[in-house]
């Protein structure tokens, strides 16, 4: 498995991350790199195997569903880097469509 | 007591002297704070400490004298959330961040009357086995100041090696506890999955991560696990532990045996990855275990060598979603821009290091679509795989002894440009994360004035049989005694040269 | 607006429903779920993804979304687990929404609905999901954006149909039916103007036409419509839009597009530069869910009745017609009022015409709920009573109702306060009509003189005198009894 600069680019999109071209061109070299030793497995079966998501089973585990009310408004905007009457402010959205808030 | 310094202390000595009045927990404190400020130049282990030992949060009047941790100073790795003390996760992303809570770890600390010095340097987000990955300092290695104390818990390491404070938590999600326990010639422990809530540890890979205790005795290790494993609702994964508060009367033997212990080397630890003189040292603790009474034999878990391919995929996937929230809205860095999705661009790609980045690259790739199959899920299986074969080892064995790491303590810089040769640093101690099982840390022996660990694993919930082994070990072999030389000193011999 | 469709042509429309359910706290935290706080009041670390904070699953929000299923004839899965779905928005907190893909909590059923009077029609439910809703997102000033994450973890169903549904009509009529259900079931309460009802549809058309595979349009994704008629209107603009490309040959190309409800348009969604790619994986921080059938077999046996149940019963029980038995349905309050004046001795017709033309029109003017009127079943019951009896008119009873909805007063009393009662004394209108006789002679002379309307002038006089208290027929009676004895009286003298 080789990652070309059109992976990275497509990859660091999804990511939200910007690499210049320097960087491209290293993350390029140690994907390919890393994916090469991971090409290793491919000598293990797995097909009748189910995959494994957590390391230990726990029962069903929830809460009920009552209100537990510690007001913490003026902590969590307290570390936030713009806020507005109570809000958190973020600038406008000019290039990515409304599409994206997909519930 | 001028020359007191309580972090060189282990914690039966510091209830002694509190039980015998010699000193008062104020004593302690100020005395732990004004020692690392002025030792841990330095070593470079604190990332915060706490300017005055006053304000720090007290627990309340007759509790506070029967609390086992009473004046015990320790160090909290800094991606534990602190409410009176940043929380950086060594990232510039969260640079100066301040959590509105504890951890549940760091509250049930304070709760046993543990003085929480200041906030210990790592690999940002964890992830690293050096802690050069960290934005704001170098954490010099207290045996050899041109090594690293390994990471991505080698602020943690460091503090308890170098005597700055008596234990310090740690999270290890691929052997970020163990590795820089082993370079740094401590003891450190990653229970079984689950154990120690993770409410309040900043995620790295979810179903990895588990914090654990760095110490300088098994002793003092069990004891500190006592204090944390506890089940906690807040954390879904949490789970109760059948011996949570019997760790350390599992280790209070004097001489212990193991009469009857069978225990498991498998080969693949210790094939020719793994440098000859940490093959020695295995070789050595398994005669140390033989005589003390185990059975100790040679066994095979071919699977182990896709540890690190399985590892990487799933932990780095896991991150690149964990990882997404920070996005300049709700708190940390945030560079400005006009439109907000080129504001979440810029924010990511200015705060995060380049380990963080390639790791993130790595988990998107290998969660995207078209390749999720081939990569996530294969890794998810081969988990599965691998875990079998580890879970079905403790039907023999009891114990799988292992070298900790391949290599003792790198030298600073020498693995920087070769991520996959920084990853085999962790191939030893991924298993037990994979697994969910617990896995420990103890000093074997040394190289070249480095220290070489052994690493014991056992069964899922065997935490109790991994401390009484690793107990009976130090007693026995007494590495754990031996300390840097400087430490005590309060100068690093080779520093700066 | 609506575009002749060619009979060949088939609309085929899928919807993904998010129904915001009926729970005091978030999905994954303690925060209130209310509606209209003040912005980020009902917060905390876990919903504002705050690093280091983990999700605990509210057990409530599983059971509302099993009895979602269960009311959709949906197989609960008995295991089920959640994933994360990765995108990047202001209003995520986390950088994933958490989701179910892969094991959703139930599948595979469906949904019986009236079209019209007497037709029935069924959609089949595809999937019923949990999943936490997003935040909410205001435009500042100043090219800024406000975020509120007050809604964000809010726990939400999402019902998912098949392309079952071939017209806008037919499509709101789901909708409404499935409010219904969902409010009679307890899953949720639906508020429409609170935007727990939101719905993205899938629309597009086949030309049937055709010999082999189907010729057809790609599918168009409306998102986030809010209200039926916005869906309804959505849907006829789009169909219109599908059906006229069609006849061009034109197939379109799968796009999202938006309803505009000013321009009464759809738009297309720009186009992004990056393609979708959620990422979708299991969330490592929640274990699986093993949804016990015991459990699932109690909560469908207390599950109260469908209104599609309902409405068969009310026929059944009460003969009432399909039409009527659909509009007591329609809202839970008015079928429960129905039934308890029914059970206290009420007739069934009168009361439901009676529910269905005074009660709702007074309801609809006044724009307030039956539940928030204090009249009482038993109340309307002993008002409908009086007029049986007749003691009080029809009309006068028409008159007596919006003083009993507002004042809560028993119809008796108040009809005495309000000076309504009907004379239905014969000597005392007997009384009257000599007044009137002696008062009127040309008219009782014309009368004689065979001239047979002015019987009408004479009535109204009657009811004039007795400020129209007497009881209409028995006035009418009297009177001609009256006029017949002076005929009499008038041949003897002759």
């Given at each position: 498995m080789s990652v070309g600069m059109d992976d990275v680019e497509r990859i660091s999109q999804l990511a939200k991350l910007r690499l210049d071209a320097e960087e491209k061109k290293k993350m390029s070299q140690d994907l390919t790199e890393i994916l090469e030793y991971f090409?290793?497995?491919?000598?293990?079966?797995?097909?009748s195997v189910s995959p494994m998501f957590h390391p230990v089973d726990t029962d069903n585990v929830w809460r009920e569903d009552?209100?537990?009310?510690?007001?913490?408004t003026s902590e969590v905007l307290r570390e936030a880097p713009q806020t507005s009457d109570g809000f958190f402010v973020v600038p406008q959205t000019v290039t990515g469509a409304k599409e994206e808030q997909d519930e | 007591m001028n020359d007191l310094k309580p972090g060189s202390l282990s914690i039966q000595k510091i209830q002694q002297l509190l039980r015998r009045r010699e000193v008062c927990t104020d004593e302690l404190r100020g005395a732990a704070v004004e020692d690392v400020s002025r030792r841990d130049q330095d070593v470079g282990?604190?990332?915060?400490?706490?300017?005055?030992?006053?304000?720090?949060s007290v627990n309340n009047g007759g509790t506070v004298s029967k609390?086992?941790?009473?004046?015990v100073p320790c160090g909290i790795k800094d991606n534990l959330c602190t409410s009176d003390l940043p929380t950086t996760c060594a990232s510039q992303m969260l640079s100066g961040y301040r959590p509105p809570y504890d951890a549940t770890a760091v509250k049930l600390l304070r709760r046993a009357?543990?003085?929480?010095?200041g906030k210990t340097n790592m690999d940002e987000f964890a992830m690293?086995?050096?802690?050069?990955?960290?934005?704001f300092a170098v954490t010099h290695n207290?045996?050899?100041?041109?090594?690293v104390p390994g990471g991505s818990s080698g602020g943690s390491a460091a503090a308890v090696a170098a005597g700055l404070v008596s234990f310090a938590l740690g999270s290890d999600t691929g052997g970020s506890v163990r590795q820089p326990a082993s370079f740094c010639g401590v003891v450190g422990m990653k229970p079984t999955?689950?154990?120690?809530?993770?409410?309040?540890?900043?995620?790295?890979a979810s179903s990895l991560d588990q914090i654990g205790p760095l110490a300088r005795s098994v002793d003092d290790c069990a004891r500190v696990l006592d204090v944390l494993v506890r089940h906690d609702e807040?954390?879904?994964?949490s789970v109760k532990h059948p011996?949570?508060?019997?760790f350390a009367s599992a280790v209070?033997?004097?001489?212990?045996r193991l009469n009857g212990w069978r225990i498991g080397v498998p080969r693949e630890f210790v094939?020719?990855?793994?440098?000859e003189p940490v093959r020695h040292v295995v070789r050595e603790a398994a005669d140390v275990f033989r005589q003390l009474g185990a059975q100790v034999q040679q066994c095979s878990l071919?699977?182990?060598?896709?540890a690190l391919s399985a590892y990487y995929i799933i932990a780095c996937s896991e991150a690149s979603s964990n990882l997404a929230?920070?996005?300049?809205?709700?708190y940390g860095l945030r560079a400005e821009s006009a439109d907000v999705q080129e504001m979440f661009i810029r924010s990511r790609s200015r705060g995060f290091g380049q380990e963080v980045k390639r790791r993130i690259m790595l988990g998107t790739f290998a969660l995207s679509a078209g390749y999720y199959e081939d990569y996530y899920l294969k890794a998810a299986r081969l988990r599965r795989m691998i875990s079998d074969q580890l879970n079905g080892s403790f039907e023999e064995y009891d114990l799988l002894l292992t070298?900790?790491?391949?290599?003792?303590a790198f030298r600073l810089?020498?693995?920087?440009?070769d991520p996959l040769a920084m990853y085999m640093a962790d191939v030893c101690t991924i298993p037990a994360n994979l697994a969910g099982i617990p896995a420990i840390s103890v000093p074997g022996g040394f190289h070249e004035g480095l220290p070489v660990g052994i690493q014991l694993m056992a069964d899922r919930f065997d935490d109790r049989k991994l401390l009484t082994a690793a107990r009976a070990f130090e007693l026995s072999?007494?590495?754990?005694?031996?300390?840097?030389?400087h430490a005590e000193e309060g100068e690093m011999g080779r520093c700066g040269r | 607006m609506t575009a002749r469709i060619p009979e060949e042509y088939q609309v085929k429309i899928g919807l993904e429903i998010h129904v915001a359910l009926a729970?005091?706290?978030k999905m994954f935290c303690s925060c209130s779920t209310a509606f209209?706080?003040?912005?980020?009041?009902?917060?905390c670390p876990v919903c504002l993804g705050v690093p280091g904070s983990l999700p605990v699953l509210n057990r409530r929000a599983v059971e509302l979304g099993m009895i979602c299923g269960l009311a959709l004839d949906c197989e609960v899965n008995p295991q089920m687990h959640f994933e994360r779905k990765n995108y990047h928005y202001p209003d995520l907190a986390k950088g994933y929404q958490i989701s179910q893909l892969v094991a959703p909590l139930a599948e595979g059923g469906h949904f019986t609905f009236g079209v019209s009077e007497s037709q029935e029609r069924t959609v089949r439910i595809r999937r019923v999901h949990l999943e936490e809703d997003a935040g909410k997102l205001l435009h500042g000033h100043r090219q800024q954006t406000l975020v509120d994450?007050?809604?964000?973890?809010v726990p939400l169903a999402e019902i998912v149909t098949e392309p079952d549904l071939h017209s806008a009509s037919e499509t709101r009529a789901f909708l409404e039916e499935l409010r219904a259900l969902l409010r009679a079931v307890g899953?949720?309460?639906?508020r429409m103007e609170e935007g727990e009802l939101r719905c993205d549809t899938n629309v597009n058309v086949l030309?049937?036409?055709?010999?082999?595979p189907k010729d057809g349009t790609e599918i168009t994704e409306l998102k986030n419509l809010n209200s039926f008629r916005g869906v309804e209107h959505a849907l006829l603009w789009e169909i219109k839009r599908h059906v006229e490309a069609l006849q061009r040959g034109d197939t379109l190309t799968h796009e999202t597009r938006h309803w505009d409800e000013d321009a009464g348009v759809t738009i297309s969604a720009r186009a992004k530069e990056e393609a979708h790619d959620?990422?979708?994986?299991?969330?490592?921080?929640l274990p699986a869910v093993s949804l016990d059938p015991g459990w699932v077999d109690r909560l469908g046996e207390e599950m109260s009745e469908t209104p599609r149940q309902r409405r068969r019963r009310l026929q059944q029980q009460y003969g009432v017609d399909d039409y009527t038995a659909g509009v007591l349905v329609s809202e839970d309050d008015l079928g429960d009022f129905f039934e308890e004046a029914v059970s206290s001795g009420g007739d069934p017709g009168e009361v439901a015409n009676w529910l269905m033309s005074e009660v709702q029109g007074y309801l609809n003017a006044e724009e307030?709920?039956?539940?928030?009127?204090?009249?009482?079943p038993q109340q309307l019951v002993a008002m409908l009573q009086l007029v049986d009896s007749g003691k009080i008119s029809g009309k006068m009873a028409k008159e007596l109702w919006p003083r009993m909805a507002e004042t809560g007063k028993d119809p008796d009393q108040l009809a005495q306060e309000m000076g309504?009662?009907?004379?239905?004394?014969e000597e005392q209108l007997q009384g009257v009509i000599r007044q009137v006789l002696q008062e009127h002679p040309d008219a009782v002379s014309d009368y004689l003189a065979?001239?047979?309307?002015?019987v009408g002038f004479l009535m109204g006089q009657v009811m004039q005198k007795t400020q129209g208290q007497a009881t209409p027929q028995l006035a009418n009676e009297k009177l001609r009894e009256a006029l017949t004895e002076a005929k009499e009286g008038k041949g003897e003298e002759d």
């Amino acid at each position: 498995m080789s990652v070309g600069m059109d992976d990275v680019e497509r990859i660091s999109q999804l990511a939200k991350l910007r690499l210049d071209a320097e960087e491209k061109k290293k993350m390029s070299q140690d994907l390919t790199e890393i994916l090469e030793y991971f090409a290793q497995v491919e000598e293990v079966d797995t097909s009748s195997v189910s995959p494994m998501f957590h390391p230990v089973d726990t029962d069903n585990v929830w809460r009920e569903d009552a209100v537990s009310d510690a007001e913490m408004t003026s902590e969590v905007l307290r570390e936030a880097p713009q806020t507005s009457d109570g809000f958190f402010v973020v600038p406008q959205t000019v290039t990515g469509a409304k599409e994206e808030q997909d519930e | 007591m001028n020359d007191l310094k309580p972090g060189s202390l282990s914690i039966q000595k510091i209830q002694q002297l509190l039980r015998r009045r010699e000193v008062c927990t104020d004593e302690l404190r100020g005395a732990a704070v004004e020692d690392v400020s002025r030792r841990d130049q330095d070593v470079g282990s604190f990332l915060t400490v706490r300017g005055s030992y006053e304000g720090q949060s007290v627990n309340n009047g007759g509790t506070v004298s029967k609390a086992s941790l009473n004046g015990v100073p320790c160090g909290i790795k800094d991606n534990l959330c602190t409410s009176d003390l940043p929380t950086t996760c060594a990232s510039q992303m969260l640079s100066g961040y301040r959590p509105p809570y504890d951890a549940t770890a760091v509250k049930l600390l304070r709760r046993a009357g543990a003085h929480v010095v200041g906030k210990t340097n790592m690999d940002e987000f964890a992830m690293g086995s050096s802690t050069e990955n960290s934005a704001f300092a170098v954490t010099h290695n207290p045996w050899n100041s041109r090594r690293v104390p390994g990471g991505s818990s080698g602020g943690s390491a460091a503090a308890v090696a170098a005597g700055l404070v008596s234990f310090a938590l740690g999270s290890d999600t691929g052997g970020s506890v163990r590795q820089p326990a082993s370079f740094c010639g401590v003891v450190g422990m990653k229970p079984t999955y689950g154990s120690i809530s993770r409410y309040g540890l900043v995620a790295f890979a979810s179903s990895l991560d588990q914090i654990g205790p760095l110490a300088r005795s098994v002793d003092d290790c069990a004891r500190v696990l006592d204090v944390l494993v506890r089940h906690d609702e807040r954390d879904s994964t949490s789970v109760k532990h059948p011996e949570a508060g019997a760790f350390a009367s599992a280790v209070s033997e004097s001489e212990p045996r193991l009469n009857g212990w069978r225990i498991g080397v498998p080969r693949e630890f210790v094939s020719e990855g793994v440098d000859e003189p940490v093959r020695h040292v295995v070789r050595e603790a398994a005669d140390v275990f033989r005589q003390l009474g185990a059975q100790v034999q040679q066994c095979s878990l071919p699977l182990i060598n896709h540890a690190l391919s399985a590892y990487y995929i799933i932990a780095c996937s896991e991150a690149s979603s964990n990882l997404a929230r920070y996005d300049g809205v709700r708190y940390g860095l945030r560079a400005e821009s006009a439109d907000v999705q080129e504001m979440f661009i810029r924010s990511r790609s200015r705060g995060f290091g380049q380990e963080v980045k390639r790791r993130i690259m790595l988990g998107t790739f290998a969660l995207s679509a078209g390749y999720y199959e081939d990569y996530y899920l294969k890794a998810a299986r081969l988990r599965r795989m691998i875990s079998d074969q580890l879970n079905g080892s403790f039907e023999e064995y009891d114990l799988l002894l292992t070298p900790t790491t391949p290599t003792v303590a790198f030298r600073l810089q020498e693995r920087m440009d070769d991520p996959l040769a920084m990853y085999m640093a962790d191939v030893c101690t991924i298993p037990a994360n994979l697994a969910g099982i617990p896995a420990i840390s103890v000093p074997g022996g040394f190289h070249e004035g480095l220290p070489v660990g052994i690493q014991l694993m056992a069964d899922r919930f065997d935490d109790r049989k991994l401390l009484t082994a690793a107990r009976a070990f130090e007693l026995s072999t007494g590495h754990h005694r031996r300390r840097p030389s400087h430490a005590e000193e309060g100068e690093m011999g080779r520093c700066g040269r | 607006m609506t575009a002749r469709i060619p009979e060949e042509y088939q609309v085929k429309i899928g919807l993904e429903i998010h129904v915001a359910l009926a729970t005091e706290t978030k999905m994954f935290c303690s925060c209130s779920t209310a509606f209209g706080d003040p912005p980020n009041t009902n917060v905390c670390p876990v919903c504002l993804g705050v690093p280091g904070s983990l999700p605990v699953l509210n057990r409530r929000a599983v059971e509302l979304g099993m009895i979602c299923g269960l009311a959709l004839d949906c197989e609960v899965n008995p295991q089920m687990h959640f994933e994360r779905k990765n995108y990047h928005y202001p209003d995520l907190a986390k950088g994933y929404q958490i989701s179910q893909l892969v094991a959703p909590l139930a599948e595979g059923g469906h949904f019986t609905f009236g079209v019209s009077e007497s037709q029935e029609r069924t959609v089949r439910i595809r999937r019923v999901h949990l999943e936490e809703d997003a935040g909410k997102l205001l435009h500042g000033h100043r090219q800024q954006t406000l975020v509120d994450f007050n809604r964000c973890g809010v726990p939400l169903a999402e019902i998912v149909t098949e392309p079952d549904l071939h017209s806008a009509s037919e499509t709101r009529a789901f909708l409404e039916e499935l409010r219904a259900l969902l409010r009679a079931v307890g899953a949720s309460e639906v508020r429409m103007e609170e935007g727990e009802l939101r719905c993205d549809t899938n629309v597009n058309v086949l030309d049937q036409s055709t010999d082999g595979p189907k010729d057809g349009t790609e599918i168009t994704e409306l998102k986030n419509l809010n209200s039926f008629r916005g869906v309804e209107h959505a849907l006829l603009w789009e169909i219109k839009r599908h059906v006229e490309a069609l006849q061009r040959g034109d197939t379109l190309t799968h796009e999202t597009r938006h309803w505009d409800e000013d321009a009464g348009v759809t738009i297309s969604a720009r186009a992004k530069e990056e393609a979708h790619d959620y990422r979708y994986f299991p969330e490592p921080d929640l274990p699986a869910v093993s949804l016990d059938p015991g459990w699932v077999d109690r909560l469908g046996e207390e599950m109260s009745e469908t209104p599609r149940q309902r409405r068969r019963r009310l026929q059944q029980q009460y003969g009432v017609d399909d039409y009527t038995a659909g509009v007591l349905v329609s809202e839970d309050d008015l079928g429960d009022f129905f039934e308890e004046a029914v059970s206290s001795g009420g007739d069934p017709g009168e009361v439901a015409n009676w529910l269905m033309s005074e009660v709702q029109g007074y309801l609809n003017a006044e724009e307030i709920a039956l539940h928030e009127l204090s009249v009482t079943p038993q109340q309307l019951v002993a008002m409908l009573q009086l007029v049986d009896s007749g003691k009080i008119s029809g009309k006068m009873a028409k008159e007596l109702w919006p003083r009993m909805a507002e004042t809560g007063k028993d119809p008796d009393q108040l009809a005495q306060e309000m000076g309504l009662q009907q004379i239905s004394d014969e000597e005392q209108l007997q009384g009257v009509i000599r007044q009137v006789l002696q008062e009127h002679p040309d008219a009782v002379s014309d009368y004689l003189a065979g001239k047979d309307r002015v019987v009408g002038f004479l009535m109204g006089q009657v009811m004039q005198k007795t400020q129209g208290q007497a009881t209409p027929q028995l006035a009418n009676e009297k009177l001609r009894e009256a006029l017949t004895e002076a005929k009499e009286g008038k041949g003897e003298e002759d």
